[in-house]
């Protein structure tokens, strides 16, 4: 267990539907990023958070948003679902802030497949 | 700007070395080094923070030359459990203050045969 939870582990819904995809930081860390990664990609950007507010974003569809709750926790919601938003969706946690810079920790992913 | 990583795939035998490449085209704050294996999530491996920093990691090093915007890691001796994706991550930092944000490279298919 890397610390960093997310829910649910797999997905599956129809085209034109909306899901929320949920992730809970390692405890003490702040920065929680959310990347994309399909079939035999990398890892895309798609948003930061820190301590509740944005810090950053990549190139996320303006179907896609995400927010960062008072407890840390965060959600990315997908709506008007496509055939290809189906990816593998990754939520990590870093204690990153300032000056200081540290390594991410992942959680486990969220498989979601769009038919 | 994504970093370009060189080579793509790595085929090994245990025991041989092994030479991952990052390269930017932006000026750098850090470079991560994260693996991934198939069907899990990446796991951090190591941080460089400053030019000509080398970190390692039992038999797993890496260097940072910040002037050419290159970091390069080192396996040594490897192992079947080193195979796996390798993903450099960069951050660009513009003005005092970063919150972390990593771009990754397209990542580096690393196979050790017995």
């Known amino acids: 267990d890397s610390g960093v939870t997310q829910t649910p582990k797999h997905l599956i819904t129809a085209t034109g539907q909306r899901v929320t995809l949920r992730c809970s930081p390692r405890s003490g860390d702040l920065s929680v990023y959310w990347y994309q990664q399909s079939l035999d990609q990398g890892l895309q950007f798609l948003i930061q958070?820190?301590?509740?507010?944005?810090?950053a974003k990549g190139n996320i569809l303006e179907r896609f948003s995400a927010q960062q709750f008072p407890d840390l926790h965060s959600e990315l919601n997908l709506s008007s679902l496509e055939l290809g938003d189906s990816a593998l969706y990754f939520c990590?946690?870093?204690?990153?802030?300032?000056?200081?810079?540290?390594?991410?920790?992942f959680g486990s992913g969220t498989r979601l497949t769009v038919v | 700007q994504q970093p370009v990583q060189s080579p793509q795939a790595v085929i090994l035998r245990e025991g041989e070395d092994a030479v991952i490449n990052c390269s930017s085209s932006k000026a750098l704050y850090s470079v991560h080094w994260y693996r991934q294996k198939h069907g899990e999530a990446p796991v951090f491996l190591m941080i460089l923070l400053k030019g000509g920093e080398q970190k390692g990691h039992d038999k797993i090093s890496a260097s940072f030359n910040e002037k050419k915007q290159q970091s390069s890691l080192y396996l040594t001796a490897s192992q079947l459990s080193y195979s796996g994706t390798y993903f450099c991550?960069?951050?660009?930092?513009?003005?005092?203050?970063?919150?972390?944000?990593?771009?990754f490279g397209q990542g580096t298919i690393l196979t050790v045969h017995p």
């Open positions: 991550g960069t951050e660009i930092r513009a003005g005092g203050t970063s919150y972390g944000k990593l771009t």
């Open positions: 958070y820190y301590n509740g507010e944005e810090r």
């Open positions: 990590a946690s870093s204690r990153t802030g300032g000056r200081k810079n540290y390594g991410y920790t």
